[in-house]
């Protein structure tokens, strides 16, 4: 089993940072391509940022210039770090990464965590 956990949102003032963090544990043989998403009340879920596994990385107009996706193999950690946010940020925020599965037939699947909350205030 493979699980990612999300934790770092909060409430947060408009102009304030927040780093988000996804910890993959289980049976992982490599993580590749990883991202950050958000869903916000009423709208479809959409892409904020993504990196790949050799750290080329995308991202959302409406964040860059303010938001970075960083990863750190050797703690199966995918970090967004936020900066200058503002109220249109709020959403829930996931991440998404495409983990090789550790077992003999070395398969990749996409896995999902919980979400995490993000809040900014005007």
């Known amino acids: 089993q493979v699980e990612l956990v999300e934790s770092g949102g909060g409430l947060v003032q408009a102009g304030g940072s927040l780093r988000l963090s996804c910890v993959a544990s289980g049976s992982i043989f490599s993580i590749n391509a990883a991202g950050w998403y958000r869903q916000a009340p009423g709208k479809q879920r959409e892409l904020v940022a993504g990196?790949?596994?050799?750290?080329?990385?995308n991202y959302a107009d409406s964040v860059k210039g303010r938001f970075t996706i960083s990863r750190d193999n050797a703690k199966n950690t995918v970090y967004l770090h936020m900066n200058s946010l503002k109220p249109e940020d709020t959403a829930v925020y996931y991440c998404n990464a495409h983990i090789t599965y550790d077992d003999f037939r070395r398969l990749q699947y996409s896995y999902w965590g919980q979400g995490t909350q993000v809040t900014v205030s005007s």
């Open positions: 990196i790949t596994s050799d750290t080329n990385t």
